[in-house]
């Protein structure tokens, strides 16, 4: 088994069948599949054997996609790094799951490759199709790797880093049939077809954009219609002009559409799917009655690969986050004692099943809280009906949620603290109306701090953190409040 499969074996199907559509240029799967196979021999040549870990810091373009499954194929573990991450928390990454090769493209490189930690064997400079930047691609008589090499089902095949409650992100650690499992059900719930045109604008780097999207539609020999990031007036053009039918997106993206977009403009599209954030019900509502179709939801975590539980068509319920997906187990247990809650009763959601992690990559205590005895404690709270559907009452405590994007306060606040003005510092999430939450900080100065300290804190936070994480506020107080 192995995860490279959803390319190769429809690139024998369906070789001449346009596998990615991105920015006017159109990638057959024959196509990827052979840049594909060069860089898994490139990846040889730099050294990389089974287990070793390759760690990607490439954008929505089809590099990704070639490298991804070049890594996978020789039996190495493919480490998405967020493009959208400071040169720190990239060092970190790579530096705790010790990557022998960083691949990226050449202004990345320029921008944080001094800051990689000794781990890092070399560096790979790639363009945006896949294609190699090197003179030097291959030593004489290599050629691309056109077979794979079987892993067992529960052999380490992805690395995913998760914000951490601690402050430190924490790599959640995914097996090949973890994801095979997951895409299995993507194909089956959403209705899948070899003729769909499926648009992924949400990021490759996420569970969301590996699992739901890229694994999934090239799996059914599908074509993806490959945005570099969601841009409203693009998708707009994007949906028409390649005739999009499928759409997965998180809630922000679905209520930016359903303010600027009429039915005409989506009537190519006959299903939608919503993730990585709860879905208001009053923003599903009006999305159904103005365009006529459900937006389904589906739910789960990077942990849970990430897939757990659907809204089906076939029984939709409002506000609900459906019902476990096959060969899953959901439940509500309590806080406190962990036994289990009787339906309408509110306690924290676990999960059990296939798609649930191998653990925090070489962090066995943190893994032995998360999942016990086969449960993986999700932190989230919700509550079970009487038929089996779940609903998410309230966030994991403290979590913010930016569009989808989860931030940890612990992490924001680490940072803070470490500038030399601050004395004590609380983040939370204030609401927003597009993005769901933004991050607002209380900070409590030291005496005598400078007039412009909001300035250099926000320069500081900035330089250290994603612009996701930076606090959009910085409020200044005498004091924080306690309990």
């Given at each position: 088994?192995?995860?490279?499969?959803?390319?190769?074996?429809?690139?024998?199907?369906?070789?001449?069948?346009?596998?990615?559509?991105?920015?006017?240029?159109?990638?057959?799967?024959?196509?990827?599949?052979?840049?594909?196979?060069?860089?898994?021999?490139?990846?040889?040549?730099?050294?990389?054997?089974?287990?070793?870990?390759?760690?990607?810091?490439?954008?929505?373009?089809?590099?990704?996609?070639?490298?991804?499954?070049?890594?996978?194929?020789?039996?190495?573990?493919?480490?998405?790094?967020?493009?959208?991450?400071?040169?720190?928390?990239?060092?970190?990454?790579?530096?705790?799951?010790?990557?022998?090769?960083?691949?990226?493209?050449?202004?990345?490189?320029?921008?944080?490759?001094?800051?990689?930690?000794?781990?890092?064997?070399?560096?790979?400079?790639?363009?945006?199709?896949?294609?190699?930047?090197?003179?030097?691609?291959?030593?004489?008589?290599?050629?691309?790797?056109?077979?794979?090499?079987?892993?067992?089902?529960?052999?380490?095949?992805?690395?995913?880093?998760?914000?951490?409650?601690?402050?430190?992100?924490?790599?959640?650690?995914?097996?090949?049939?973890?994801?095979?499992?997951?895409?299995?059900?993507?194909?089956?719930?959403?209705?899948?077809?070899?003729?769909?045109?499926?648009?992924?604008?949400?990021?490759?780097?996420?569970?969301?954009?590996?699992?739901?999207?890229?694994?999934?539609?090239?799996?059914?020999?599908?074509?993806?219609?490959?945005?570099?990031?969601?841009?409203?007036?693009?998708?707009?053009?994007?949906?028409?002009?390649?005739?999009?039918?499928?759409?997965?997106?998180?809630?922000?993206?679905?209520?930016?559409?359903?303010?600027?977009?009429?039915?005409?403009?989506?009537?190519?599209?006959?299903?939608?799917?919503?993730?990585?954030?709860?879905?208001?019900?009053?923003?599903?509502?009006?999305?159904?009655?103005?365009?006529?179709?459900?937006?389904?939801?589906?739910?789960?975590?990077?942990?849970t690969s990430p897939f757990a539980s659907y809204n089906h068509l076939l029984k939709f319920v409002p506000g609900s986050i459906g019902t476990p997906i096959n060969?899953?187990?959901?439940?509500?247990?309590?806080?406190?004692?962990?036994?289990?809650?009787?339906?309408?009763?509110?306690?924290?959601?676990?999960?059990?099943?296939?798609?649930?992690?191998?653990?925090?990559?070489?962090?066995?205590?943190?893994?032995?809280?998360?999942?016990?005895?086969?449960?993986?404690?999700?932190?989230?709270?919700?509550?079970?009906?009487?038929?089996?559907?779940?609903?998410?009452?309230?966030?994991?405590?403290?979590?913010?949620?930016?569009?989808?994007?989860?931030?940890?306060?612990?992490?924001?606040?680490?940072?803070?603290?470490?500038?030399?003005?601050?004395?004590?510092?609380?983040?939370?999430?204030?609401?927003?109306?597009?993005?769901?939450?933004?991050?607002?900080?209380?900070?409590?100065?030291?005496?005598?701090?400078?007039?412009?300290?909001?300035?250099?804190?926000?320069?500081?936070?900035?330089?250290?953190?994603?612009?996701?994480?930076?606090?959009?506020?910085?409020?200044?107080?005498?004091?924080?409040?306690?309990?």
């Amino acid at each position: 088994m192995n995860i490279c499969e959803h390319l190769t074996v429809p690139a024998g199907l369906f070789p001449d069948k346009e596998a990615i559509a991105f920015e006017g240029r159109s990638v057959t799967f024959a196509q990827l599949d052979r840049l594909s196979g060069l860089a898994a021999a490139r990846l040889r040549v730099a050294g990389v054997r089974e287990g070793d870990r390759v760690a990607l810091m490439l954008p929505n373009v089809p590099a990704f996609v070639v490298w991804y499954y070049a890594a996978l194929r020789i039996g190495g573990i493919a480490v998405s790094v967020s493009t959208r991450l400071a040169g720190p928390e990239v060092a970190f990454m790579v530096s705790d799951c010790s990557a022998r090769v960083f691949v990226a493209d050449a202004a990345v490189l320029q921008g944080i490759g001094a800051q990689l930690p000794e781990c890092v064997q070399q560096t790979i400079e790639t363009s945006e199709s896949g294609e190699h930047c090197d003179s030097q691609l291959l030593d004489d008589g290599q050629s691309a790797e056109s077979c794979w090499i079987d892993r067992h089902p529960q052999d380490a095949a992805l690395i995913l880093y998760t914000s951490g409650t601690t402050g430190f992100a924490k790599g959640a650690t995914l097996s090949h049939m973890n994801v095979r499992s997951n895409v299995g059900a993507f194909n089956h719930l959403c209705q899948m077809q070899t003729d769909d045109r499926i648009l992924l604008a949400v990021p490759l780097f996420h569970c969301f954009g590996q699992n739901a999207l890229l694994n999934s539609v090239l799996n059914v020999g599908a074509t993806l219609v490959l945005q570099r990031k969601f841009d409203l007036n693009e998708t707009m053009e994007l949906v028409t002009d390649q005739r999009v039918t499928q759409f997965y997106g998180v809630p922000a993206m679905y209520q930016m559409m359903y303010d600027r977009c009429q039915p005409r403009d989506l009537r190519s599209i006959r299903y939608f799917f919503s993730a990585a954030a709860p879905l208001p019900v009053q923003v599903a509502q009006r999305w159904q009655e103005k365009f006529g179709l459900p937006i389904c939801e589906g739910y789960g975590l990077t942990e849970t690969s990430p897939f757990a539980s659907y809204n089906h068509l076939l029984k939709f319920v409002p506000g609900s986050i459906g019902t476990p997906i096959n060969g899953v187990e959901m439940k509500i247990v309590d806080t406190a004692s962990g036994t289990d809650c009787a339906p309408g009763e509110l306690g924290e959601i676990a999960i059990r099943g296939p798609n649930v992690m191998l653990g925090y990559w070489n962090r066995p205590e943190d893994t032995d809280r998360a999942v016990r005895d086969g449960w993986f404690h999700s932190g989230d709270i919700g509550r079970m009906d009487d038929d089996g559907y779940f609903y998410i009452v309230d966030r994991v405590k403290d979590m913010i949620s930016v569009g989808g994007l989860k931030v940890y306060p612990a992490e924001v606040e680490r940072v803070l603290l470490d500038h030399e003005s601050v004395r004590q510092v609380a983040v939370v999430g204030f609401p927003h109306e597009v993005f769901g939450e933004q991050v607002v900080a209380f900070v409590v100065p030291v005496e005598h701090a400078d007039a412009d300290l909001v300035d250099s804190l926000l320069e500081h936070a900035q330089q250290l953190l994603a612009d996701y994480k930076v606090p959009r506020h910085v409020e200044l107080i005498g004091e924080l409040p306690r309990n």
